[in-house]
Every structure is written in C-alpha cells, then in structure tokens.
C-alpha cells in the first residue's frame, strides 16, 4: 500500500498508468461530476465515483483485487480503511473474480486502520486487503473515487 495526499508531490516517479490516474485525481472537479463510471484509459484505468455513508467496521467485509490495483482518493468526509497483507489464512466470504475482480474475506487477521482525510488517496495492490469506508467517529456522506488500474497495464 502507497498512501499519501494529492497536494503533496510524489516522492518517487511511480509507473506511467498510474501517474496517469493521479493526474486525474489533481486535475477533476469531483463536486461538478455525477456518481458513476469515468473512463480514463479504457478498462485499463478508470474512475468510480461513489456517494457512500461510513460504516461501523462490523458491517464491512474486508476485500481484495487480483486484476486491478484500486487508487482510494476521499473528496470529501472522513472515514477510515482498514488494511492488512493478504496471508492467504482468510476465510473467503464471497468470490467474485470473474465478474468483479474482488474478492471478500469474513474478517482480516492483523488489520489495522489508517484515516483518510479530504484530499489523501491510498493505492492498494493485490496483496493489499483493505476494508473500505469504516467510520471514524459515526457514519458520515462521504464522496470516494476509485481508479481501478490493470495490473497489465503497468507494464
């Protein structure tokens, strides 16, 4: 996991998609877009913009990806996302990979939290089980995009 905040610059050169997709990060005004789906390079990277509301954590299945890596950015709210390494000891609770490239797990051993503020993004690789949209102090209207990005694409 890669986690940071799109007012800072990169301290690194990351590979090309992404740069890609943090570009659109800095450069999109989320408050004129409607929820849905924006292509930024074909399925090879593109958005979900997401209206959600927080969660307690015991309601959120923690979750993995094995085709895309997720780009996390909060627009706005606050919430927190638990994150874990994949030690392939989680009791899977639903596998989607054909259809959804995810995977969901009934719980995630040796999780822990991080808080996302306004402005910061988090980039989860396949190894990456994180738990997505968990209250901070109560459920909260929080607006998250996704930029889902093909591992093939990396290349």
């Given at each position: 996991m890669i986690f940071g905040h799109i007012s800072q610059p990169n301290p690194c050169q990351f590979p090309a998609a992404i740069e890609k997709a943090l570009a659109f990060l800095r450069s999109t005004d989320f408050r004129a877009l409607?929820?849905?789906?924006?292509?930024?390079?074909?399925?090879?990277?593109?958005?979900?913009?997401?209206?959600?509301?927080?969660?307690?954590?015991?309601?959120?299945?923690?979750?993995?990806?094995?085709?895309?890596?997720?780009?996390?950015f909060l627009a706005w709210g606050e919430e927190e996302i638990g994150i874990a390494i994949d030690t392939g000891n989680n009791v899977v609770s639903e596998a989607l990979l054909e259809t959804r490239d995810i995977i969901?797990?009934?719980?995630?051993?040796?999780?822990?939290?991080?808080?996302?503020?306004?402005g910061s993004y988090a980039i989860f690789f396949p190894q990456d089980v994180h738990r997505p949209g968990c209250n901070k102090n109560r459920e909260t209207p929080i607006r998250k995009i996704v930029v889902k990005v093909a591992l093939s694409a990396l290349n």
């Open positions: 409607e929820p849905g789906v924006v292509e930024i390079e074909g399925r090879d990277i593109y958005a979900q913009i997401l209206d959600l509301t927080t969660r307690p954590r015991h309601m959120l299945k923690p979750e993995v990806h094995r085709q895309y890596l997720d780009i996390q969901y797990y009934q719980d995630s051993e040796n999780e822990s939290f991080f808080e996302m503020v306004p």
